[in-house]
């Protein structure tokens, strides 16, 4: 995609951020300006899918992929992490880069039952969190009706295809789409066309021990 000159500057002070946080909190496993950029670069690989509205990012960790995504698009962005450390860099990041938005620490599957945070986003993102139908089983439940999962998935065998493809209607989902991007990456939309059962999602660490329709 196309970048506005100011849009580039922001993501080389993430970057810059990110690196020098990385010393001191185990943020990222990239170790040098290059190797953050692929991740940005990889990140921004959602923007053409975001809805219109706010957008949540399970599993945050370093701030991929929201943080690249609020930069290039002006979208509020709730950041979910588990570890307070890691929480900590996400909402020094929001205030340096001056981005608009919260951090929430602790986990998806509490946090999807918060009256403040249920059924209502326009997006929900994950990267590098957990196997497909767990994450969707933490991401649907934020969403509104209307609303849609967009999740960077590496390789996907056969049984989690599946999986995720019975799982999505349990949660309020529609079928799930695949969108093929470089190498084995790809990305799953799921949009969202009914309201989530509120069983989901199970107690916390249950969606990822047993995912849902995984056998
Ligand atoms: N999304 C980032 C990326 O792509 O670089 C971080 C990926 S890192 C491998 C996974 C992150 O998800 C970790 O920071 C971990 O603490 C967080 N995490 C895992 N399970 C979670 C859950 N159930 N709720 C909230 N955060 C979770």
Redesign the pocket.
Known sequence: MSLAAAEVDRLQAFAALLLEANKHVNL?SARTLEAIWG?IED?LSVAPYLAEGELI?????????AIPLAIVSGVRITL????GK?AAFLRAALDELGLAGEVVV????S?GHAPAQRERYATAT?????SAPAVLE?TLPLLRVGGRAVL?RGRLDEAERRAVEAAAPMLGGAAPREQLLAGERRLLVVEKSAPTPVRFPRR?GV??RKPLCFT
Do not use: C, L, N
């Open positions: 990222t991740h990140s990012d399970v599993g945050s960790g370093g701030g991929f992929p979910v992490e588990a570890i890691k602790g986990r998806a599957e946090v994950a990267r590098a969190v957990a933490m960077q916390v969606p990822e």
